[in-house]
């Protein structure tokens, strides 16, 4: 049994003083306070003073592996064992941030695979992996220089047959780059209804990267189920996200990361060229981001860092930050890193809730993010179905 000063369940209200969560297996047994607990399950306890206990976070964008913008990136194309290994750190790290599942938006190799079998074999810790393998643009589209890892498709026909090699290669979802700053739309309506017809066929969800005019308009029509960045979604189209079932992945913080490289002239040509739109997103974000959470669309929290070489992996703590900044409550921006991501997943039956019978994908921080959303950033050990992956050095939790 796991005893914290609180527990946060993840569904943006719950917080119970003095709680207590009994694991047994991968799976949470019971979640309450701790004095009852302890009369229906007198056992061991590992106490966690100090801490508030939530459920494990769930990034729903990250490129596995993308080392592009790395110091190195030219050995790490060069050498598939040296990649392996930095995307073995990567992925250790993602786990220290607190972060139990990522969705990987596409990846080269298929590593997100790979990577899934490694993790089932013990050979290294990663997060729970959902994948898309490569994502599908169209020639000469967004992503279209990201070798390996985004293939070029033209023509619904076409379109159906990537989606199929993707599932038939191990893809959880699919992941379709449609729209880059403010050029409009890349894929026409009827490859984007292909796509997502094709992948619902078979049960998978489609995740649209779109930001911009027509194309967030087309991906929305389209059916995708969830928009990616939607940097300039308007809140009648959030509405109709919302009465869709569609899930909003804002991606604020990279934005904000890439922007600050910009006006401190760290950044390559390619981001450089990009200044006036990456300001322009920032202060987009910032004046919509509540306008469109209070909607009612469902958001989830997405970080994308690995597309810019962040030096941390997987920072959905500072996506979480933003999002209070820019208006909503801290509870409301953990659930958008916790229950709001499993529901975007269609996995709340078994994730990102503190909840009898969901797996026991866990964290404490020390503090209250309840009140201090900084506090995510905290991490004082994490748990994975049931098991301790990390222990900060002044934890002595769980040996
Ligand atoms: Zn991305």
Redesign the pocket.
Known sequence: MLVADRLITGDGKTVIEQGAVVLRGKRILAAGRAEELRRLFPEEEIRLPGCTLMPGMIDM?T?IGYYYGEKNAERLAEDRMLRAYFIGKRMEDTLKAGVTTIRD??SADGIGTVLKEAAAAGYLRAPRIVTSLRGLCITGGHGCSMTGAVEEVDGAEAVRRAVRRNIRDGADCIKLLDSEAYRGEEFNQEELDAAVAEAHRFGRKVAA?AGYGPSMEMCIQAGCDSI??GTHLRVEQAERMRDNGQTWVP?IYVFHYAYELVKNNLADGDLSSNGAYLKDTVETYRDMFKKLYDTGVLVATGT?T??CSHPQASPVARECDLMVQYGISPMEAIACATGNGAKALGLSDSLGLIREGCLADLLAVRGNPGENIRALEDVQAVWQEGICVYESESAHLCK
């Open positions: 964008h490129h938006m596409s990267h990616e960045h991606t994308d690995d597309a």
